[in-house]
């Protein structure tokens, strides 16, 4: 396997004798035309002869050899940290960005509320689910296009960008139309019919770490969504499936740094979803930014007792003032 990069200015001519080439020598190509260049991953074994040929071609930028069944993922592909902006606000590179929430919209009120907390404390995205992917089909599922409407009201009142998570590839359109970022959940993050569908739209993709996906396969997720043209994705740790029952998943903290060597994709963490336990939240949200988490998830609630869904794990207001207070004493500390 191999990824041939174009020049910029490459014509549909230099493109084409690529892809002749490519298929004559009996490989399959992937044509990914991204903003900038057109980027070809050529799939198959043999490495040698092709190499050769393709290099020479007119518009050819560079051929790079890889064994790793992820290409547009890998670092090797993209050396430079991907920074997406999003109404203003940057992701990934050398900032930390902190998207906080309630894990459920759950009435005007409540959003409104969370929301201007949100941004007191200096957050800069907020979160909340409309459509929820419940593990019981007799729990709240969220108030669907309703929860969408409000999160762009609040959207309105403060400014903050806001993100929510498309459960059906039949929604994805839907969800775009109000969402600035789209989340596809851990349970959700090896549907490939979702992922090829938020790969078609053009707006940023936050998606999360299956909680039984090793580190391969969920760098394969996020391929599925960039080899259909969507390159603004955002990677999120939140915890993976482990004997351990004290904490609802397993933070999987080597994941942030080790992720960050094998792509150039932002890489966050979810400290909520991970432990599942208020208490254990802030440390945990502590320990993924020293380890070089590029931002943070986090759900926050102003009577969690009341919350529709995952109360356990949401902080409250003056929690999070202190939080975010101690995140940039460490980041500053860390980042200099
Ligand atoms: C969420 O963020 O609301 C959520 C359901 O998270 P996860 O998919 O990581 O469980
Ligand atoms: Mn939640």
Redesign the pocket.
Known sequence: MMIVVMEKNASIQNISSVLQIVEECGFTPHVSKGEERTVIGVMGDERGLITEKVQTLKGVEKVIPTSKPYKLVSREWKQENTVINVRGVAIGGSTLTLIAGP??VENEEQILEIAATVKEAGCHIL?G?AF??RTSPYSFQGLGEQGLELLALAREKTGLPVIT?VVNPNQVELVAQYADIL?I?????QNFALLQEVGKINKPVML?RG?MSNLEEYLMCAEYIMANGNYDVIL?E??IRTFETYTRNTMDISAIPLIKQLSHLPVFA?P??ATGKRSLVPPVAKAAVAAGADGL?I?VHHHPENAL??GAQAILPNELYKLVRDIRALSDAIRR
């Open positions: 894990c459920s979160r689910g929820k992917p998570e989340q959940g851990a349970r959700n993050s999360k909680m999120c939140r915890g979810d909520s979803h998830m759900e869904s995952d």
